[in-house]
C-alpha cells in the first residue's frame, strides 16, 4: 500500500496567509480602475478565494495527501525574552554638592516620569504582542484543524476524481457560505437603510 504524501502544516498555514491577502487587495486594486463597488470587489475576491479553496481540496484528496503539524504547540515557539542586564552605575565620581533643592525635584519628577511611561509602553507592548500571538495561534488552529478534517477523507478519495471534487466542493460550500451570507446581508442591510 502506498504511504500518503505529507504535506508540512507551516508550508500551508503560511501560503494560506499569504495568498487570502494578496487576492484580495489584487482585485481591490483592479477595481479602483473600473470603479467597482465594495460589494462587486467582496463577492469577486470570495468567489476567486473559494475557486483557489476548491482546486486546491480537489488537488489534495485526488493525490491523497495527509496533513503533518509542522508546529506542535503553537505557544512553545515563543520563549520569553532574556531580560537585559541591569548597567552598573559608578557613583564614586557623583558630587552632591552642585544639587540644590529644586533640582532634586526636577530630577526626581523626571525619574518618576520616565519609570510610569516605560511601564506604559512595556504594558501596550506586551498587550500587542500578545494580542499578536493569540490571532496567529487561532488562525493556526483554525486553518489547521479545517484541512486537517478535510485530509481525512484522501484515502477514500485517492484516484477518484469525482468524489474528491464532491468532497471538495462540500467542504468549500461548507466553509465558505458564511462568508456570501455577510456579504449579502450587509449589501441588503445598506440598500435597506438608503
Sequence with gaps: ???PKLINSRTVFVSTVIVIPVLTLIVYLSGLQSHRSLYLNSLIST????????????????KGWKLK???GNFLDRFS???????????MSDFDADILDPIGCIGILVWIILALAGSLILWAIGAMVWATILVIAGML????????RLIFLNSPRCKNNLSKSMGIALMYTTLYNCWIYAI????????AKST
Design 80 to 90: 520569553y525574552l532574556k531580560q537585559p542586564d541591569s548597567p552598573t552605575m559608578n
Design 183 to 190: 456579504i449579502f446581508g450587509a449589501h441588503y442591510l445598506q
Design 69 to 71: 503539524d509542522g508546529y
Design 47 to 62: 468567489t476567486i478565494l473559494s475557486l483557489t479553496f476548491f482546486i486546491f481540496i480537489t488537488t489534495g484528496l485526488y
Design 140 to 147: 493556526y488552529w483554525i486553518i489547521f484543524r479545517a484541512y
Design 1 to 3: 500500500m502506498n504511504k
